[in-house]
Every structure is written in C-alpha cells, then in structure tokens.
C-alpha cells in the first residue's frame, strides 16, 4: 500500500514533499519526489514488497518515461519473460520496471495484460503527457483535482487538500451518507472540488483537461459457465487456487486477517497448501480480531483452523473503550463513509506491521458468492428471473456448502424457510420502517 501524488505543472518541493508526507503510513519503508523542470512534480512513499532495494525505489525512470505505482502486478514475471523476448531489458527485479516497458511496448494496451491491483501515473517526457489509470475494480484509490491553473492526484484526498486555500463538505454529502454502498462507485468525495478516479479507466490529461476512457467492464467479460456441477467446481477450485499462487510473490513476510468464515478460512487454507507443494514462502501467520462474548465472536473458529494447519495465529482483542478514544485517527486515514466501524481492521493491519508482516491475503466476496449473508439467496432467486434449472443451481451450492454440520451458519431448521423469513423481514418490515420515516437518533 504505496503512496502516489503528482501536480501539474510543478509545485515548490517544499510545500510538494509537506504534501508527500502525509501518505507516509502508506508507505514507511521511503519517500522520494522527482521534478521535471517546471512541468510537473511525482512523489512516492514506498511499501517494498516486490525488489525492496534502492533500485526499484520511485519515481522510476525507464528511457523517457517515469512512473509512479500504487499496487501490485501479479503477473509481471511473466510479462517480463515476454518482453525480454522482444528485446526489452531490465535493471530490477520489480514490478514497476514491467509496468513502464509494457507501456512503452503496448501503450494502453498494457491494461489488458495487467493482472493486478494499481493506480498509476506515468510521465511521458518526450510527448509532456501524463497518464493515469485504475485497476479494473477500483481495489486502489486516486483522487484528483484541478486547483487553479494546476491539477493534482493522489492516493488520499488529504494530500490534495494541503493545496487548498479552503476546505468544504461535498454539496452531495447527504445523498451519499444514504447511499454508502453506492457512491464509491460514482466520482463523488466527501470533500467538495475533489473527484475520484473511475475504476476501469484511463486517462490522458491534455492542457487543463481530464480526457477519461473505460478500458473494462464486467459484463463484456462473463465467460460461459459449464453446465454440469462438477465441471464448475472444478473450475472454480483452479482459478481460486491460481489466485491464491500468484499473490504469493512477494519478498516480503506474508499473513492473512482471518475471522474463521468461508472466505478467509478457505484462502488460510489454500496458501497454507501452496506454500508446502511450492518454494517455501519467507512466513506465514494468521490475525484475527474479536470482541470477547460478543455474538460476532468467531474466534474459535479461527483457532480451530489453525491448529489443525499448523499456522501460528495472533489474535487481536478488541477494546470497545479504546475504540471510542481511537474514533477521530480511523476518520482522518479512512476518508470513506462507512457501514461498520474500521476500528477493528485497523487493530488487525496494525497487529500486521508489529510482526513485520507486510503483505495480507484475504478474502473479499465469496459471502456473496456462496449464501453467506442471509437476504442474498432470494435475492439471487430474483436475479435468476426464478428460473427452476437456476433456482435448483442456487440452494445445491447452499447445500453442498452449508450442509456441514461443523459449520457456524448450520440450521437444524428447512434452510429455505429459514433464509425467506429472513428475506421478508429485510424487504418488507424494514423497508416499511423507512417509508414510515421511523428511526433512532443518537445523541451527540
């Protein structure tokens, strides 16, 4: 988790490199600018993960071009075999190097080789054009802002708020805090004149104008599934398991934050594997935060796991007191409205960089995939278009996946009629609570 900003033109590098200094938390291991002349001002804290030396530090300057990455290109060795196949040299070992020579090579076309999470910038010297873009699901953040007669982009909005004369709320800031899940996908921030980068795109900055282009979307890219069950799973097991491979390199001490459900049991467990079939990793541990006698106290199941791979974990007690005295700090770093509270994943990524384990693998998604949360079976009924052949598709994965009996989510009771009295709760007394405008107001 790097730090990235750049202003064009260029910025006094005092005042530029006060700015860089507050995305040190993203990136403790360095912090270094690069000026081109008048034209434009780069900054980078580093994060080494990949290459940790000197060399590979940014900004990195390859022929005519410098880059500034925030990310990780998974599949940069590869990338990098190919293009040394095409005469393409190259003096690290770092992944930064492969994203510069693939620009030079394929231009925006890179993008689509890219397996990866990034938000970079890349400086053409001979042309004087900046480039940006976003990784396909936005997993990086970039903010922007044109202050002026100068445009700016960063990491984090406070970087680009040091450059204001006057700092406001965003006009949209009730629509988004009644619609948290949904504005992160617009370019609407919290902080008025400031915007976020699209996930999916590029862009070409031409005189004082941000040209933004799509390069990606989901729905162009669904491949067809294969119709018989097993098939599936077996799909699935290859692609989960080449995810989890390619994540691995790092040379960096690897973790995971795990709460003991589906998804990051599942990923504990498939590294654990890899990493005794394949070159040994430098380390590997697990984290897992929990309230003791809470009912979100899943703990247990993490221990049990654990024991059972034979994986040191650390666990991370959660103090509801500290939490509260801690409030302001998860604000001012998060900058993002949120549903739940940070302060638990920030005493988990905390409890991280105390053992000196730099890169995390956890898992995102797969709740939603597999039932995992109550309301979203029926509402993957209401997706199918109730189709039966669908439908039947749908409660088998719930079943082959809930079935166990060891699980936390098993239901002596019909999982069906569990899950619909679930569903008509959800859609039909609490959205009648908010058409009757009844709510609690916290004093403050």
Not at 42 to 67: C, K, M, W
Not at 328 to 345: A, K, Q, S
Request: aromatic content about 14%; proline content about 3%.
């Amino acid at each position: 988790m790097c730090g990235i900003l750049g202003t064009l033109p260029a910025s006094n590098e005092h005042f530029f490199k006060e700015a860089l200094r507050l995305l040190m938390h993203r990136g403790p291991d360095g912090i270094k600018t690069l000026h081109d002349g008048d034209k434009i001002s780069l900054g980078h804290t580093r994060l080494a993960i990949i290459d940790t030396s000197e060399n590979a530090s940014q900004p990195f300057t390859y022929e005519h071009l410098i880059v500034v990455l925030n990310g990780e290109i998974y599949n940069y060795l590869e990338l990098r075999k190919e293009l040394i196949t095409m005469g393409y040299s190259f003096r690290t070992q770092s992944d930064t190097e492969v994203v510069a020579a693939s620009y030079l090579k394929w231009g925006v076309a890179c993008l689509q080789k890219f397996n990866g999470m990034w938000a970079l910038a890349i400086w053409d010297t001979n042309k004087e054009e900046l480039f940006l873009s976003r990784d396909r699901f936005g997993k990086k953040p970039l903010f922007y802002a044109f202050v002026g007669s100068k445009f700016i982009f960063a990491s984090e909005m406070k970087a680009i708020m040091h450059f204001f004369e006057k700092i406001e709320v965003s006009d949209n800031f009730a629509w988004m805090s009644q619609n948290i899940f949904a504005y992160e996908t617009t370019d609407m921030c919290l902080i008025k004149n400031i915007k976020r980068f699209p996930a999916a795109h590029y862009a070409y900055l031409k005189g004082h104008k941000l040209q933004l282009h799509q390069y990606w979307n989901t729905y162009e890219n669904i491949f067809d599934v294969p119709d018989k069950y097993e098939t599936q799973q077996e799909q699935f097991k290859s692609l989960f398991l080449d995810a989890c491979s390619i994540r691995m390199r790092a040379d960096a001490a690897l973790g995971t934050s795990l709460s003991g459900g589906l998804d990051s049991s599942a990923v504990t467990s498939v590294v654990n594997f890899l990493s005794k079939q394949n070159a040994p990793i430098k380390s590997y541990e697990a984290f897992t935060a929990y309230i003791p006698n809470s009912s979100s106290d899943e703990s247990e199941y993490a221990i049990s796991l654990c024991q059972q791979l034979g994986i040191q974990l650390n666990l991370i007690n959660i103090e509801s007191d500290k939490a509260l005295n801690d409030i302001y700090e998860g604000f001012y770093h998060f900058e993002e409205l949120y549903h739940t509270p940070p302060y638990p994943m920030t005493e988990t990524y905390r409890a991280f960089r105390s053992k000196n384990v730099l890169v995390s693998l956890d898992g995102h998604g797969a709740d939603e995939m597999f039932s995992g949360y109550r309301n979203f079976m029926f509402l993957s009924f209401l997706d199918s278009g109730f189709s039966p052949k669908k439908i039947n598709e749908i409660t088998q994965t719930y079943n082959e996946t809930y079935s166990y009996k060891g699980s936390q989510h098993f239901d002596k009771r019909n999982p069906l009629i569990s899950y619909f009295k679930t569903f008509l709760w959800y859609h039909l007394v609490a959205n009648d609570l908010k058409t009757n405008n009844i709510s609690h107001k916290l004093s403050p």
